[in-house]
């Protein structure tokens, strides 16, 4: 039987649980796997017949972990959609003072470049600890990585957006 093993951050166990077990259970019924929760370490055991199943499981905790909402998380089960993280310890380095003002370009004033980013590249972005994680299809991802890369990489937000809209122009041709 199948078994895959994560850690969950203390301040995101609420969430992978949820009220009564309900987000937990969620999780368990659409990918047919058995997942338990130790809510004092946030140690993750999930367990199920079919491995691939397990491997969906553990994306949907893993992006439940990262900050996302299990509505949005949930969307893991299905097979066209994947999760990315992007490490923000390797893309910057260690400087707390640097990971803090990255994280705040990318979100925005009041969410308004990561709003932006979702609504141009049609992927959700949660920011939380030291990852940006994304959910979408595999395309959606690359343009979401790349623009978020430009902006942790030091571009101006505008110039970033406008390098995003030339790749797309690109493959576009490239697809003709």
């Known amino acids: 039987m199948p078994e895959q093993y994560l850690r969950v951050p203390e301040g995101r166990i609420g969430a992978l649980i949820g009220p009564k077990g309900k987000t937990k259970r969620k999780i368990e019924q659409v990918t047919k796997t058995k ?15 079919d491995v691939f199943d397990v491997i969906k499981a553990e994306k949907i905790c893993k992006a439940i ?14 097979d066209c959609y994947e999760l990315r993280l992007i490490s923000l310890r390797e893309v910057i380095g260690k400087s707390r003072k640097a990971i803090h003002t990255k994280k705040a370009r990318v ?5 308004s470049v990561r709003r932006r980013i979702e609504n ?20 959606d991802l690359e ?8 902006i942790l990489g030091g571009a101006e937000i505008p110039t970033a ?6 790749r797309k ?5 490239f697809e003709l």
């Open 35 to 49: 997942i338990t929760v130790d809510s004092e370490t946030g140690e993750v055991t999930i367990e199920g017949s």
């Open 65 to 78: 972990a990262r900050g996302f909402a299990p509505e949005r998380a949930i969307l893991l089960a299905k």
């Open 107 to 111: 979100i925005g004033t009041k969410g």
């Open 120 to 139: 141009e590249t049609n992927c959700f972005v949660a920011v939380y600890g030291d990852t940006i994680a994304l959910i979408g299809l595999e395309d």
């Open 143 to 150: 343009d979401a990585e790349s623009i978020i890369l430009d």
């Open 161 to 166: 957006f406008e390098r995003l809209e030339e």
């Open 169 to 173: 122009l690109t493959k576009e041709k």
